[in-house]
């Protein structure tokens, strides 16, 4: 089993910045890629980053390159999401997941641990 907790949601203005965070605990972190989606209300998840195994390999939605940048952090078990620029269509409840893939991956059915979420409020 494996368990991911984010954290670092919260409520930011227009042109903010957040930083959120990815804690795994159990399996072996560093073997798989990982990836963060969002979810606002009334719409379908949706790719944000993702992440390979050893971080050398990333890749972003086209609506986040730019503004977002993705990193992990093996030696503590963590991935993280620098969220800058933020704009209020990034509202939404962000989930980090656990690709059993070494390379990162962009669809969601490819992922098989996710976070309960944190949610990101950017106001205008």
């Known amino acids: 089993q494996v368990q991911l907790v984010e954290s670092g949601g919260g409520l930011v203005q227009a042109g903010g910045s957040l930083r959120l965070s990815c804690a795994a605990a159990?399996?072996?972190?560093?073997?798989?890629?990982m990836g963060w989606f969002r979810q606002a209300p009334g719409k379908e998840r949706e790719f944000v980053a993702a992440?390979?195994?050893?971080?050398?390999?990333?890749d972003y939605a086209d609506s986040v390159k730019g503004r977002f940048t993705i990193s992990r952090d093996n030696a503590k078990n963590t991935v993280y999401l620098q969220m800058n620029s933020l704009k209020p269509e990034d509202t939404a409840i962000y989930y980090c997941?656990?690709?059993?893939?070494?390379?990162?991956?962009?669809?969601?059915?490819?992922?098989?641990?996710w976070g309960q979420g944190t949610q990101v409020t950017v106001s205008s």
């Open positions: 997941a656990r690709s059993p893939y070494t390379s990162y991956r962009k669809d969601g059915y490819q992922y098989d641990y």
């Open positions: 159990g399996r072996t972190f560093a073997n798989y890629a």
């Open positions: 992440i390979s195994w050893s971080g050398d390999s990333t």
